[in-house]
């Protein structure tokens, strides 16, 4: 079955105020947030950037999305998991201090943050799911409490998945700390010693105490590494190799068993929101922000499969060539193959041009 994609187009570098109306014009014609129902909870799940200069989505687009759940009386607020690294993501009080500083605070949105995973990451929820490699997965407890949800992604590269999208805005992005470590036990990161220059940043923000400074350069104990690849992100000397060849199926296919845990606990009550707009080559978790195609909309789908798999054609026929050289050089089609090939979301789409 071709799943329906709504897409509005935006010229580059649109004000957000005009794309955000022309979202708001979509959602009501299209009564696409007709599963609301009275007093519903709906959260919001975004991504609020790592710093003012990443590409995420900004707070106006997310003010318009609570609005619109509000006029049909539901109840949003906005959420998100802590991260495995270090940083000021990785609890509840600093991701939400974070959030305010990013201009996500309830005056600029109308809606509180309230983290989906508690205050240390590890309130969970084991949910069942007919995958290939698990029979369960470790999501954020919340998910299994609320009524509905507005997951608003913004499209980027990822030098392990290729790209993020929706798929890794729900797998990654709502499993718990558990769940998180289990999509990245196989990635293992070595030093390439002649490059490093002692700095320091991976041991200071390594999730895992496994980086320590020996009088030659940093060494990560194998055995400690959890494979979250934080040190080849906080690295401004490329002295960090990661064997991504080994690893990028493994990560992808474990992101998209997560999203089906997720999406099947809210089946008929949950939509998907992408922005393809300032699309970077890293994901919006980097502190700077390189663009790799002009912007090029919104689409809007209830099947997270379906509105990846259109964000990625559109992307690369706006780039004219293949996401990979205009972003990393890894097979980033697995998380769609994998989800079409377990059952996961329709295998087509229908793009409908509003
Ligand atoms: S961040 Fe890079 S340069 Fe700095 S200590 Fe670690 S590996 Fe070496
Ligand atoms: S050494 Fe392992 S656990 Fe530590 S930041 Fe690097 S990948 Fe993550």
Known sequence: MKEPVYFIKTA?????????GKLRKLIEEKNLFGFIEKNDMIAVKTHFGETPKSGYIRPLHIKVIGDLVKEKKGKPFLTETSTLYKGNRNNALDHIAHAHNQGFGYEATGMPVIMADGLYGDEEAV???????????NIASLV???????VASHFTGHLGAGFGAALKNLGMGLSSRKGKMTQHSTARPSIIVKKCTRCGMCVKWCPAEAVTLNEASAVIDSVKCIGCGQCL??????AVGYNWGATYDDLQKKVVEHAWGVHRVLEKKIIYINYLTRISKDCDCMTVYEKIV?????????DPVAIDAASLDLVEQAGGKGLGDLAYDIPYRVQLEYAREIGFGSDGYNLIEA
């Not at 002009?294 to 209830?302: K, Y």
């Open 144 to 150: 299994k409490k609320i009524q509905g949800m507005v």
């Open 294 to 302: 002009p912007d090029i909309g919104v689409l809007v789908s209830a």
């Open 233 to 238: 992100a906080v690295c401004r000397f490329d």
């Open 12 to 20: 580059d570098q649109e004000p957000d105020d005009l794309v955000a």
């Open 127 to 137: 949910v069942d799911v007919p995958g290939k490699l698990y029979s369960s997965v």
